[in-house]
């Protein structure tokens, strides 16, 4: 398995519906995109779709701290980062970045994803095969120095 350090999406463009009354890409489409890279990395990893169909575990998010840096609008076209800054036995913890194809950032999002077995639903530690998959991705990526924009908290300084 080769791992890009960070993963990267493939190229997605913004959709037509997604454009709000300010004529820029609506906050909640931002998450559509970064969901959409992490669908790519978690299939990556033996998480994807068959996954959940199959072994009946699959991924949750918890909690997601986005930042907008740059509006996007229609006919631009992006590509996702996801890196793997950190996990255990039973959660991730990615940062991502929206970047517009011409290189400028629009985005970045840092999230804590739960691995959950859907008979409960309720957290579950990795099995054994995936477990290797995500220290293979987070060994990869911990050549990366760690996101200055990573553990951000909302505050209104003074």
Known sequence: MTIDAPFLSSIMEIEKDWIDYNGHL????YNV????CSDEAFELMG??????RTRR?????????VCYVRELH???SVRVSFNLVDHDDKRLRAYQEIHHVDGWLAATSETLSLH????????AAFP?????KVEA????HQVLPMPERAGRSIAIRR
Do not use: C, K, W
Not at 33 to 36: E, M, S
Not at 116 to 123: K, L, Q, S, T, Y
Not at 137 to 140: E, G, K, M, Q
């Open 57 to 65: 575990l699959t991924i949750y998010t918890a909690e997601v701290h």
């Open 26 to 29: 609506n906050m909640a489409y």
């Open 128 to 132: 054994d095969d995936i477990r290797q």
């Open 74 to 76: 229609l006919a631009d």
């Open 33 to 36: 995109l970064f969901d959409r």
């Open 47 to 52: 998480m994807g779709p068959d996954y959940a």
């Open 137 to 140: 991705v987070r060994s990869a």
């Open 116 to 123: 959950i077995d859907m008979a409960g639903p309720r957290v």
